[in-house]
């Protein structure tokens, strides 16, 4: 079983080799089959330099796409060069690497197309801010109006896909703040998804993406993009 550890990194110097080595640490330890790919989202910062010294795959993207743009790059490599599995690893640190044998396990044995791992089925570790459990909380409401599917951490990036997943994003993946609009783009295309329970950690580096003052931009994008790929054409679900 390969494993493509994908790692979307923008300005994460100071995160970045942790988050490397844990994943190097984690495959040695488990006898996972990890390849980790950064991919440099046109940083200032020196991340993308000291990623080319780091035990992993660097791919640097020459103009700024966004999480949703790295991520997919990640995504396509995985599928191009025939890995099982894709996980996203967030490059400033949330994601333990020791929780990923936690989301392999639950797909295998589950079958799922895509097993997110989440912070609020069991509590435990670090649950973010109150305002943003609320937009969690409402989000995940949107998504079981939308889908009928009911998905607890709707915001998580940290999930695993296999074939059947990588080979539809590979098409067609959201752009800005995509980790809930995946979700129904996956429900809609019938895929199989599932959640386990994980122990997220606060970041180690850099800064959120969303601040207080995009908080209601954020929520308004996401609710419009969500209900445009519920009642999109299936057979062009990026138009």
Not at 135 to 145: E, T
Not at 187 to 200: D, N, S
Request: overall charge neutral.
């Amino acid at each position: 079983m390969r494993i493509a550890a994908v790692v979307p990194a923008y300005n994460e110097v100071h995160s970045i080799r942790l988050v490397v080595n844990e994943l190097k640490a984690v495959a040695s330890e488990n006898n996972l089959a990890i390849t980790v790919v950064v991919v440099n989202d046109c940083s200032t910062d020196g991340t993308g330099a000291l990623a080319d010294q780091l035990p992993c795959l660097a791919l640097h993207l020459p103009v700024n796409l966004g999480i949703g743009g790295a991520v997919q790059t990640g995504f396509r490599y995985a599928l191009e060069n025939n890995f099982d599995y894709a996980i996203q690893i967030d490059g400033d640190g949330q994601h333990p690497a020791t929780e990923i044998p936690k989301l392999v396990e639950t797909a295998e044995k589950n079958k799922l197309d895509v097993t997110i791992g989440s912070r609020f089925l069991d509590r435990e570790g670090f649950q973010s801010s109150g305002l943003r459990r609320t937009g969690i909380n409402y989000f995940s409401w949107l998504i079981f109006l939308l889908t009928g599917i009911r998905v607890m951490d709707t915001t998580s990036g940290f999930r695993l896909l296999n074939r059947k997943g990588l080979l539809l994003v590979n098409d067609y993946y959201p752009d800005e703040y995509p980790e809930p609009e995946a979700i129904v783009l996956f429900a809609r295309q019938k895929l199989t998804i599932g959640e386990v329970a994980v122990k997220m950690r606060e970041r180690l580096g850099g800064t959120s993406s969303i601040g207080f003052r995009k908080s209601i931009y954020y929520i308004w994008k996401v609710t419009l993009a969500c209900v445009f790929t519920r009642i999109r054409r299936l057979d062009n679900p990026g138009r």
